[in-house]
């Protein structure tokens, strides 16, 4: 069996299994209360631990997006809409399981550290150690119109605030000694005060005296993920984070982001072999091109263009900016940077790596929608896949695969069909390691 770093990492992201008309896919959410009832999330995640995977993710963003200046679209569509906060559902999931590990999402530029460092931190009591905090500066206008701003605070303001963030949460998290809590039923002494440390943090952004009053959690500093694909999120990913959450294009296209964040590891003065990547992707079990057609049949029924054009514009933080569907993806980009109006760069450049100068906004979002399942194939062809990505992307890390028809056969299958042929070739789990997720994932 390989080691623990040779292993092939898998999440499934659950973010938007209810929205972007995934839940009215055939057959999807059938049987189950509709969202906001912990029902199907219960069962995912007992399948997602029969399955051996690392741990759920829930991305999050707290805003209702405008496209076209309205929210009508948004709203009628259910495009990335209705949002619930994640965090209690990650409770109520970790109750029914034992080593699946939850990745969950809090934004660094509408949240205080002291409140994100208190939540991570007990949340790692309450799921005995398998929690991950994705740490994101937010790149949805109308997320910054709940939290008292006009639009989107400036990205490099965003990132300023996120380093400093991350400074306040070392502090807290190391404020309070792993052997500090006695309980001492004799003497009815709960801690050695002298193991307990205020900070008095004072910066630009935050003034914070500590400590964090939990208790030491299991994994001490839950692990920590981030998403930013920029330079300055790939800084602080490179500083800060266990795990990078990462889209590319093709099997160089990883390559070339893993070496990206190598050098800005190394820049840093950071290990690179620190920092795994997971390539976000969708999926789909197929057992062969028939069903493969008919799979795609099925979604384009799902995606209208007009649902693509909403999801797009949200995607890209567009706002009020109305794209014509026609137009071409690299000059509605070139325009959209000169008037300073996308907040969401590293989606841009992704999308510019992935499209010619003629590739229509209709086609792209169709490709990226309908067509663009990385991992679309028999379980021996997916498996082939992520065997091949995550040689060529330096092996460390995974792939986090986003059920894209049908909830929870999606799931299931993958469960039951790809997870057999990656244990077969040594590439995945047989057994979980570990009880925490920073155990399971990192093996330490
Ligand atoms: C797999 C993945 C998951 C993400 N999850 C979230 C999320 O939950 N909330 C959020 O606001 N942004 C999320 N992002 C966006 C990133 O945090 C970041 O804002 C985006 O990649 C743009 O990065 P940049 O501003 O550094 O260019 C995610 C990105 C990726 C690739």
Redesign the pocket.
């Known amino acids: 069996m390989a080691s623990n770093q040779q292993h092939i990492k898998l999440i499934c992201d659950l ?1 938007l299994i209810h929205s972007n008309a995934k839940w009215r896919y055939p057959g999807s959410w059938e049987n189950y209360p509709k969202y906001g009832d912990p029902a199907l999330y219960l069962d995912i995640a007992r399948m997602l631990e029969r399955g051996k995977f690392d741990g759920a993710f829930f ?3 707290a805003g209702t997006p405008m496209v076209n200046g309205s929210m009508k679209d948004t709203v009628e569509l259910g495009v990335a809409w209705p949002r619930h906060d994640p965090i209690p559902m990650v409770s109520a999931m970790s109750v029914v399981t034992e080593r699946l590990g939850f990745v969950t ?1 809090m ?1 660094m530029t509408y949240n205080h550290p002291f409140h994100a460092a208190r939540m991570m931190a007990s949340l790692d009591h309450v799921t005995r150690g398998r929690v991950a905090f ?1 740490a ?5 206008p109308q997320e910054g119109q709940n939290y008292g701003y006009d639009t989107i605070p400036d ?1 490099e303001w965003r990132y300023d605030r996120a380093a400093e963030f991350q400074q306040v949460l070392t502090k807290l998290f190391a404020s309070i000694e792993p052997d500090a809590m006695l309980w001492d039923q004799e003497t009815g002494i709960v801690a050695d005060a002298s193991k307990v440390h205020r900070i008095d943090h004072e910066g630009e952004h935050f003034k914070v005296m500590g400590p964090l009053p939990v208790a030491p959690s299991p994994q001490g500093r839950p692990m920590q993920v ?5 330079d ?2 790939m800084r602080l990913a490179a500083t800060y984070a266990d795990l990078q ?3 590319a294009n093709g099997h160089a296209g990883k390559g070339k982001h893993r070496a990206r964040l190598d050098e800005m590891c190394r820049s840093v003065g950071r290990d690179p072999d620190d920092v795994g990547i997971v390539w ?1 992707g969708s999926f789909d079990v197929v057992s062969g091109p028939a069903e493969e057609d008919e799979i795609r049949r099925k979604l384009r029924e799902q995606y209208s263009d007009r649902l693509l054009h909403v999801f797009l514009s949200q995607w890209w933080g567009l706002d009020g900016y109305e794209i014509d569907p026609d137009a071409y993806v690299h000059d509605v980009i070139a325009e959209v940077r000169g008037a300073g109006i996308a ?5 841009l450049d992704m999308a510019m790596t992935a499209t010619t100068p003629t590739t229509s906004i209709r086609d792209y979002a169709r490709e990226w929608l309908v067509y663009g399942a990385e991992y679309i194939g028999t379980p021996e062809q997916i498996a082939d896949y992520m065997e091949e990505a995550f040689h060529a992307s330096g092996a460390n890390g995974g792939f ?1 695969i986003a059920p894209r028809s049908g909830v929870p056969a999606g799931i299931e299958r993958f469960v039951d069909e790809v997870i057999p042929v990656l244990q077969r070739r040594g590439l995945f789990r047989t057994e979980y390691s570990g009880a925490t997720l920073r155990e399971n994932f990192k093996g330490r």
């Not at 994101?136 to 949805?140: D, L």
């Not at 907040?343 to 989606?347: K, S």
């Open positions: 973010s991305a999050d963003v999402t934004s994705n994101v500066v937010s790149g949805f990205h981030m998403a930013g694909q920029s300055s999120g959450f990462a889209g976000a907040p969401n760069w590293g989606y986090m």
